[in-house]
C-alpha cells in the first residue's frame, strides 16, 4: 500500500491536544476509506501540523480529514521508508 505524508499549515491557535483530538477524529474516520493515519507530528509555534498514512491514493486521505473534521491538508506527497 502506498505511503504519504500531508501537512496543514498556518493553524492560528493550534495546541498539543487540539492535534491530538483531530488525530483520534481521523482514526474514528479512516476505514470507511481504507486508510490507516499511521503517526502525526506537529509544532504549535509555526501552527503545522503532518500526518503519515497509508492508503489507496493520496485522495483517500484527504477524504478522511474533510470527513472527520474539515482541515483538509495543504500538500499530501507520496512517500517510501529509508533503511
Do not use: R
Not at 501537512?7 to 492560528?12: E, G, M, P, Q, R
Not at 488525530?23 to 502525526?40: A, I, P, R, S
Amino acid at each position: 500500500m502506498p505511503m504519504f505524508m500531508d501537512v496543514h499549515k498556518n493553524l492560528d491557535g493550534l495546541t498539543a491536544e487540539a492535534a491530538a483530538g483531530v488525530h483520534q477524529k481521523d482514526l474514528e474516520t479512516q476505514d470507511k476509506h481504507g486508510v490507516k493515519f499511521l503517526e502525526y507530528w506537529f509544532n504549535v509555534e509555526e501552527g503545522t501540523v503532518y500526518c503519515l498514512f497509508d492508503g489507496p491514493t493520496k485522495e483517500s486521505g484527504a477524504a478522511v480529514h474533510k470527513e472527520a473534521h474539515g482541515m483538509v491538508a495543504d500538500e499530501i506527497t507520496e512517500v517510501k521508508q529509508g533503511d
